[in-house]
């Protein structure tokens, strides 16, 4: 019935210790069968640690990896935005051609794995490309302006060349799910717009801007906004080239420390908080979508 709150059954409760005996499983598999001693005093300092020269809070190891896969995600998704607004345009264009690139596309890098591609791009493309359009050597004046700018918004000047790297590399990747995205909220309106604005005289540039992509606007906004916490999460597979994004840090945090279960913990609740709070606003954004939608 409508209305009518919902109450705890008996099959809920099953449920619910049946999760709780298998954590409690775990538990006891991770720390009296393979003998682990927990460790987590040594976690907060890899958080936030107290510099002894300046005599401040820095950030520590872990929390650096929390900066690095924040920024890469945010560039990252910037660059897939545009790269799946154009492809998605080509995918409902009238041109054949166009078409066909962004079909093409789409294809070929939605049926290439991940890692196979970061891989690819990054020994075969961005090695190839990056220092033939000079990033190598503006990056490494280190003296000048543009590394304090450089180490705000990427990565230390040094490292700038291998986060473009990954960053290219996975907008690339994404912007073929952003392309789908952006076909599917302009073909889901309705034939008629477009035959209403073409009889006003507009050409498809004046549809596109003025009558279909706002419509479609409110269409893609949820999934482009979902899309993006996808991208929080794939950011951790360019650590397989060294970057020092969250994952990367757990890894060497790992293998210098041997705190396995702490530091992955950590990073696993680090990465439920970031992608839990990203849900939470994109929730809020789409509920004000359609009391707009209403009004």
């Known amino acids: 019935m409508i209305g009518k709150k919902p109450r705890i059954t008996a099959t809920d409760l099953i449920l619910l210790a049946g999760v709780g005996v298998a954590v409690v499983w775990l538990l006891y598999q991770a720390t009296v069968q393979a003998q682990y001693r927990w460790n987590w005093q040594a976690i907060p300092q890899y958080l936030l640690r107290l510099d002894a020269q300046s005599g401040r809070w820095v950030p520590g190891l872990i929390l650096q990896g929390v900066l690095v896969t924040l920024r890469l995600s945010v560039w990252t998704t910037m660059l897939a935005l545009i790269i799946g ?82 960053a290219v590399a996975l907008a690339v990747y994404e912007g073929a799910y952003i392309t789908e995205i952006i076909r599917a909220g302009i073909q889901s309106i309705d034939k008629g717009q477009w035959e209403a604005s073409s009889g006003l005289g507009f050409t498809r540039i004046q549809q596109l801007r003025y009558v279909i992509f706002p419509q479609a606007l409110r269409r893609i906004m949820p999934p482009l906004a979902g899309q993006f916490i996808s991208t929080i999460k794939d950011s951790a597979i360019v650590s397989v080239i060294s970057i020092q994004e969250l994952t990367f840090q757990g890894m060497e945090l790992m293998a210098a420390t041997f705190l396995t279960f702490e530091v992955w913990i950590t990073i696993l609740a680090i990465y439920f908080v970031i992608c839990l709070v990203c849900s939470l606003l994109v929730e809020r954004f789409e509920l004000h979508l359609k009391k707009e939608v209403l009004t």
């Open 85 to 166: 607004t154009v492809m998605g345009l080509f995918r409902t264009s009238c041109s054949r051609y166009r078409r066909m690139l962004g079909t093409g596309y789409v294809e070929l890098i939605r049926n290439i794995p991940v890692l196979v591609w970061i891989f690819i791009f990054y020994y075969f493309i961005g090695d190839r490309l990056l220092p033939a359009i000079g990033i190598s050597r503006a990056t490494f004046m280190d003296n000048g302006p543009l590394s304090g700018i450089l180490g705000l918004l990427m990565a230390e000047p040094s490292r700038v060349p291998i986060f473009i790297s990954g």
